[in-house]
């Protein structure tokens, strides 16, 4: 019963992070922009950082279990 929250926490942070990362990543190879306004290279960066950040999260989720 304890499990519960941290799986969910766990699946949000995954799906979060592939999702993010797959955006990022279409829109990199399609040569459109991440963030309006932005550096493209800083916005795809960061983004991708982000996606990192919550995929080991999520997965830090799942080693507590």
Do not use: K, N
């Amino acid at each position: 019963m304890e499990s519960a929250p941290t799986i969910f926490a766990g699946m949000a942070f995954v799906l979060f992070a592939g999702a993010l990362l797959v955006w990022t990543a279409v829109r990199v190879r399609h040569r459109e922009p991440v963030a309006q306004d932005v550096s493209p290279v800083a916005s795809a960066t960061l983004a991708g950082l982000a996606a990192v950040a919550a995929l080991v999260l999520g997965v830090w989720c799942f080693a507590r279990l």
